[in-house]
Structures are given as C-alpha cells and as structure tokens.
C-alpha cells in the first residue's frame, strides 16, 4: 500500500499535447456535457479504457478457458449493465464498442438536466455542488458521479432543499428531457447586435441605390 500523501492519478493525460482534432472533439464535449474543464473528459475515457482493457485481457482468457475468467466476466458484464451502459445480455464485443459518451451520459449532472430537475447544465452543476440533489434520499455533491440503473429513478432535490417548493423562482418546470444526450444551452440572442447588423445592411443598401443612381 503506498502513502496517501502521494495518491495515483485517477486519468491519465493525452500523449501529446497539440492534436487538433483531440482539441476540438474535447471542446465539443466540454459544451455537450457541461464539464467544467478537460480534466473530467481524461476521467471519462480512463475509465473507459479500463473497461476495454478489461474485456481484451478477457478476451484472451477465455480461450483457455480460466474459470477465473468466466468469473470476472460475469462481473464487468454486471458492472457495465448496473450502469446502464449496456443490457444484461451484452458481450465483450460490447464493451469493446463502447465510446466516451457511453460514460458522460451516466453522469449525476447529465441525468438532472434529462430529468428536468435543472434547467440547463451549469444549473445542474451547481445545484449538486451547492448539496441540492440527492440519489437515493443521500445528498451528492459530485457532478462527476456515475449513477447506476437501480439509482436513477431516486434522483430528486434534497429533502432539506428550497427546490422542493414548487414555488421557488429558480425552479424550473419539471419536464423530462429525451435520454439522448444533452445538447449545451443555447447563447441568447443579442438584440443589440442584431439591431446594429441591420442598420448596417440598411445603410448598404442605400448606398448602392445611391450609386445606381448616379
């Protein structure tokens, strides 16, 4: 066991640390899901490698056909269905096709904003912070958590929470999301902007009348 002053990384970092298209799939899925940086999207795909790690070694354990093997299959099947990420009935072919988003969609905060509990994402974040969100009538403050099947139906607002009252100006109205994933908030529109923009084109335009003319 080693000293738990000097604890292991729980992700691990890219290999390098300029690739375009690895920066642009991360930013994507930073507005996607929410996530406050990129931290939480290495966490996501270590632990998905974990999985796929898993189910290769297995793959080729099962082939001398390792009682032990068997076992631990059973179990990763169990683990990755308990999550919701796959049926009871999968296969190690599943696992290996299972992708980030498999893992981002289990999340705590993903599942209040599809559950309608927040009315966006940054809101779903802050309400676990802040202790306003409770799985199974125990409060959860990290927005990170992966909630299992069982879990999903005991997602409320914290008992002791001010968004219990209906009345509560924050609240928003409680209407379920589809269980595709989230899409980011939309930017509202700058109505000055949009003014601007059209006196601009006005002015255009009356200008080339003025050329016509002439």
């Not at 980030?100 to 809101?123: M, N, P």
């Not at 209906?166 to 700058?190: I, Q």
């Not at 000055?192 to 009348?209: I, N, R, T």
Request: glycine share 6%.
């Amino acid at each position: 066991m080693g000293d738990p002053k000097f604890s292991r990384s729980k992700y691990e970092t890219p290999s390098h640390p300029w690739q375009a298209a690895r920066i642009k799939e991360e930013n994507e899925l930073l507005k996607k899901y929410g996530l406050k940086n990129k931290t939480e999207v290495w966490k996501a795909q270590s632990y998905m490698r974990s999985l796929r790690r898993q189910a290769r070694e297995l793959q080729a354990r099962l082939r001398t056909k390792d009682p032990q093997a068997e076992k631990e299959y059973r179990n990763l099947i169990k683990r990755v269905s308990n999550l919701a990420m796959l049926p009871e009935n999968a296969v190690l072919d599943d696992v290996l096709a299972l992708n980030i988003e498999s893992v981002l969609g289990r999340r705590l905060q993903t599942l209040v904003y599809q559950k309608g509990l927040a009315g966006t994402l940054s809101q779903a974040r802050q309400m676990i912070v802040h202790g306003h969100i409770g799985v199974g009538g125990h409060k959860v403050r990290i927005p990170g958590y992966l909630v299992t099947s069982a879990e999903s139906e005991t997602i409320s607002y914290g008992e002791a929470s001010p968004f219990t009252s209906e009345l509560h100006p924050m609240r928003p109205k409680l209407e379920p999301r589809p269980e595709s994933a989230p899409e980011a908030p939309k930017a509202a529109v700058d109505l000055e902007k949009q003014k601007l923009l059209a006196k601009v084109e006005e002015l255009a335009k009356k200008g080339e009348q003025i050329e016509h003319g002439g």
